[in-house]
C-alpha cells in the first residue's frame, strides 16, 4: 500500500513538473511572438503591397541573431549574410536565375559597400527609369542613416506612397522599388534597435573594425538585391 502511494505521488509529481514545463515554454513562445508583432507595428507600412519583404527578412534576422548572437568579427557578418541570402532565394517568387551569393561578392561588398551597391544596381537588367530611381533612393538612405528612426521611416513611408502613385512607372517597376524600399525600411529598424541595444551594454561592446555599423542596411541591401528583382 505503502508502495503505491508513493508511485501514485512520484507519478503525479512528474506529470505536474512536465505540465509545468510545457505551460512555461508555451508561455515563453506566445509572450515572444506577442512582443514581436506589437513592435512591427512601428515599421510596417500596409500601403506598400511588399510589405511582407521586409518583415520576412526582419523575422530571419531576429532568429539569426538569437541563435547566434550579433557579429562582432567580418567573418561573423560574412556567416549572417549568407544566412539571410539564403533565405531570401528560397522565398523569391520570381523565375529569373537568382546568382547565388559567394565569399567572394561578400567581401567586394564589405569593402566598398556603398559603390558596390550602385554597381549592383547600375548592372542590373532593370530599365534605366528604375535604376535612376533607386540611385537617388540609396543616396538618401546613406545621409538619413543615422537619423532618429521615426524621421527615417516618415521619409521612407512617403517615398513608397510616391512610387505607388507613380503613372510613369509600370506596375513590375513599382514591385522592385517597393521591395527595396521595404527591406530597407526593416533592416534601419533593426539597425535603430541595435544602437539602443549598444547604448546599454556600451561597456562590453565591440564595434566592427573593419567597417562602419552604419553600412550594414546598405551591406544587407547589396548582398540581398539581386532577390528583389
Not at 532618429?148 to 506596375?171: G, H, K, N, P, R
Amino acid at each position: 500500500m505503502k508502495n503505491l502511494v508513493l508511485c501514485t505521488t512520484i507519478l503525479f509529481s512528474v506529470f505536474s513538473c512536465s505540465s509545468d514545463d510545457d505551460l512555461s515554454i508555451v508561455t515563453s513562445r506566445v509572450e515572444s511572438d506577442s512582443k514581436s508583432t506589437e513592435s512591427l507595428l512601428e515599421v510596417q507600412n500596409i500601403s506598400n503591397p511588399f510589405d511582407n519583404t521586409g518583415a520576412s527578412f526582419y523575422q530571419n534576422l531576429l532568429i539569426y541573431t538569437s541563435e547566434n548572437g550579433f557579429p562582432n568579427s567580418e567573418e561573423q557578418l560574412t556567416a549572417q549574410m549568407f544566412y539571410l541570402s539564403g533565405k531570401a532565394t528560397r522565398s523569391s517568387l520570381t523565375n529569373k536565375s537568382v546568382i547565388p551569393i559567394t565569399p567572394e561578392m561578400i567581401a567586394a561588398i564589405l569593402a566598398n559597400p556603398e559603390v558596390k551597391l550602385i554597381e549592383l544596381i547600375d548592372d542590373s537588367s532593370l530599365s534605366v527609369t528604375v535604376k535612376d530611381n533607386l540611385i537617388v533612393f540609396v543616396g538618401d538612405l546613406i545621409e538619413r542613416q543615422l537619423d532618429d528612426y521615426d524621421q527615417v521611416y516618415s521619409f521612407i513611408t512617403s517615398y513608397e506612397s510616391d512610387v505607388i502613385i507613380d503613372t510613369a512607372l509600370e506596375e513590375d517597376e513599382k514591385d522592385t522599388i517597393l521591395k527595396v524600399s521595404s527591406l530597407s525600411r526593416y533592416s534601419l529598424y533593426a539597425e535603430a534597435r541595435n544602437r539602443d541595444r549598444d547604448w546599454e551594454t556600451s561597456v562590453t561592446n565591440k564595434r566592427l573594425k573593419n567597417f562602419q555599423i552604419d553600412d550594414i542596411t546598405i551591406i544587407r541591401l547589396a548582398v540581398l538585391f539581386n532577390s528583389l528583382y
